[in-house]
T-cell receptor, first 115, second 111 residues
Framework: GAGVSQSPSNKVTEKGKDVELRCDPI?????LYWYRQSLGQGLEFLIY????????KSGLPSDRFSAERTGGSVSTLTIQRTQQEDSAVYLC?????????????FGNGTRLTVT | TQLLEQSPQFLSIQEGENLTVYCNSS?????LQWYRQEPGEGPVLLVT?????EVKKLKRLTFQFGDARKDSSLHITAAQPGDTGLYLC???????????FGTGTSLTVIP
């Protein structure tokens, strides 16, 4: 597809379980971002990948959160031992970083509910 | 922190009214983007402003970047129900193209 694709669109998990969220960015976009959004709120920065550089992990809220980006394309955000406060919409975005003031192109997010 | 404060947080108006929402920071932006997000979707870019004092118009939407590049506003003329959504500003960190988003303004336009 032409846009950013995220899967699953919805995920319900029990407290303490691990979850993996997937993001397929737009082909050719070198920058990839993960954000978290609580109901009706702004976006909380989690992690940023740019090309082959070391990712900026400064926004990850705890060591239960990790992310990787394989082959400069697909990214997976993993949350271990999920807690109820992890419930939110997780948004992925990609951009042509380094191409002037490139906009972020977002997927429709994964709505995570921890019961 | 890269804090961007938006106001008001919530706004409910009648169709045809005008409104302004604000995005403020204590530090200088290299550039600022405005996005609109509809329920169940990701944010979509509306505009990028770069130069202090810059004004950009997008149909009934007018975006202004403050002279000191620390604040921005979005003015909507004759609001329509289709304008309903969450309006987000985002600043680009001065290196590395990292974006931090504001707290958002949730707009509801009542027919």
């Amino acid at each position: 597809g032409a846009g950013v694709s995220q899967s699953p669109s919805n995920k319900v998990t029990e407290k303490g379980k691990d979850v993996e969220l997937r993001c397929d960015p737009i082909s050719g976009h070198t920058a990839l971002y993960w954000y978290r959004q609580s109901l009706g709120q702004g976006l909380e920065f989690l992690i940023y990948f740019q090309g082959n550089s070391a990712p900026d992990k400064s926004g990850l809220p705890s060591d239960r959160f990790s992310a990787e980006r394989t082959g400069g394309s697909v990214s997976t955000l993993t949350i271990q031992r999920t807690q109820q406060e992890d419930s939110a919409v997780y948004l992925c975005a990609s951009s042509l970083a380094g191409q002037g003031f490139s906009p972020l192109h977002f997927g429709n997010g994964t709505r995570l509910t921890v019961t | 922190t890269q804090l961007l404060e938006q106001s008001p947080q919530f706004l409910s108006i009648q169709e045809g009214e005008n409104l302004t929402v604000y995005c403020n920071s204590s530090s200088v932006f290299s550039s600022l983007q405005w996005y609109r997000q509809e329920p169940g979707e990701g944010p979509v870019l509306l505009v990028t402003v770069v130069t202090g004092g810059e004004v950009k118009k997008l149909k009934r939407l007018t975006f202004q970047f403050g002279d000191a590049r620390k604040d921005s506003s979005l003015h909507i003329t004759a609001a329509q129900p289709g304008d309903t959504g969450l309006y987000l500003c985002a600043r680009e960190y001065y290196t590395g193209n990292q974006f931090y988003f504001g707290t958002g303004t949730s707009l509801t336009v009542i027919p």
